[in-house]
């Protein structure tokens, strides 16, 4: 077992230090790059937050419709195919509701403020 | 470095300039530079843009034009009038530039956030959207025999290529398979007129000022095809930066560039429009994939290529929207 800090711990830290203190002192191009790079950082730690918990949610639903277990990324790979191939469509119980929770898990970590998805939380609220 | 190449070429086709000033590079990849830069003439310094491939980067993507069929292209939209650089000069193999061209350069904004936001575009805001309409029609009005040879593209045809390029990830994806199946399930078929195809025709590729659009740059991706395709291109979600009720670029409706469309004599067909956005859709979602494979597999090892990479769920966000509704 490796020791504290934890890698979430580290990865704030440094996304800290640069978002605050680094940050006001660049300018041009680099200050665009460093603001792409702490956006990854924050990234990287909404994953390591969100993933166990979604991953999990997904591989149920999907063993559910799919009638099958594994690991994700091949019953997920699995689902792809059947949709190629027109076994699964949009009237396929469940796989709508399905492909809307991944997205939704995918967008809270990689872009929680695209508007589409803050109008899809805001219409699930109401 | 670059000036005293551009001041040997400017001399050779612009009478009486002494040479070029204030060389600054303004964006591109690898295979592609855009560079800002004055010509020195005693009458006045003349705004410039090159636009090049540099040497040894011959070989363009199979989608593009070309920087010489580019070139043309703009020279066309700017003789029939429609908001384009004009160009300046084609660079030739002596002027040790590499391929590309030399156009004048358009002040204005191309920042999509700036010009859906900042006070001074306000009052062009609500007329873009009919603008717009009107100048993809000027596109599409562009007589055939005149333009340079270009792909013929179909929706089939484009359906086969964003296939292959996203089998090509091998990362699967059910939302864009569900959306490559719907796409096939809905081809309108080879569309009854042919015309000049822009093929990127959105934000960033726009030149506007507070009085409206000033030029249509980067014909990189113009290909002969359905006209429609230009119409549900800038509709696609991803350019409109957060307005995400007004369809066109976040500053109009469909409607409104419609009527700009109709109103300089060319027919709408909204089916394919929509069918196109969906196309659209897909189409940077798998762009955004390409990005992320750009940045595994190139020695810049790119940050902001990896983030793109990162932007293709929203592309799956806006498809199931499109082709899944939820129930409000």
């Known amino acids: 077992m490796q020791d504290e800090p934890t890698p979430e711990e580290l990865i704030k830290a440094v996304a800290d230090f640069l978002r605050n203190e680094l940050a006001p002192e660049i300018s041009g191009h680099n200050a665009f790059k460093l603001r792409v790079s702490i956006n990854a950082l924050d990234l990287v730690m909404r994953q390591l937050a969100l993933q166990e918990g979604s991953d999990a949610a997904e591989a149920e639903r999907l063993s559910n419709l799919l009638g099958m277990r594994g690991p994700l990324g091949e019953i997920n790979r699995v689902l792809a195919d059947r949709i190629a191939k027109g076994e699964l469509d949009l009237r396929t119980p469940g796989l709508a509701e399905h492909l809307w929770q991944t997205t939704m898990a995918k967008l809270a970590v990689d872009q929680p403020n695209y508007a589409s998805y803050r109008r899809e939380l805001e219409n699930k609220r109401n | ?328």
Request: some cysteine.
């Open chain 2, 1 to 328: 470095m670059i000036e005293a190449e551009l001041a040997t070429c400017v001399a050779a086709w612009y009478p009486g300039a002494t040479g070029v000033t204030g060389a600054v590079r303004l964006s591109g990849g690898a295979s592609q530079e855009t560079w800002s830069f004055d010509i020195v003439h005693p009458e006045g310094n003349i705004a410039a843009i090159l636009r090049r491939a540099p040497a040894g980067y011959g070989a363009a993507p199979t989608r593009a034009a070309g920087l010489n069929a580019e070139a043309a292209l703009m020279q066309r939209a700017y003789d029939a009038g429609l908001p384009s650089p004009r160009v300046l000069h084609v660079l030739q193999p002596q002027d040790n530039l590499g391929t590309g061209f030399v156009m004048a350069r358009v002040e204005g904004e191309t920042i999509p956030r700036k010009i859906l936001r900042d006070e001074k575009f306000a009052l062009a805001r609500p007329k873009l959207a009919c603008q717009l309409g009107g100048i993809l029609a000027g596109i599409h009005g562009l007589a055939l025999a005149q333009l340079p040879e270009l792909r013929r593209m179909t929706a089939a045809k484009e359906i086969a290529e964003l296939e292959r390029d996203y089998r090509g990830f091998d990362w699967p994806r059910p939302v864009f398979e569900l959306a490559l199946r719907w796409l096939r399930d809905h081809d309108p078929g080879p569309s009854d007129e042919v015309t000049l195809v822009h093929g990127d025709f959105r934000h960033g590729n726009l030149i506007i000022g507070p009085d409206g659009v000033r030029a249509v740059l980067d014909w990189e991706l113009a290909h002969l095809g359905d006209p429609m395709e230009d119409l549900g291109w800038v509709c696609v979600n991803s350019w409109r930066f957060g307005e995400i009720d007004k369809p066109v670029g976040g500053f109009g409706t469909c409607e409104e560039l419609f009527a700009g469309y109709e109103a300089a004599g060319r027919r709408v067909d909204p089916a394919r429009v929509t069918f196109w956005e969906v196309m659209g859709t897909l189409r940077w979602g798998v762009m955004c994939c390409g990005m992320m494979q750009r940045f595994r597999l190139s020695p810049e090892h790119s940050i902001e290529r990896a983030m793109i990479g990162r932007r293709s769920s929203e592309t799956e966000i806006d498809l199931l929207r499109l082709l899944a509704p939820r129930g409000r």
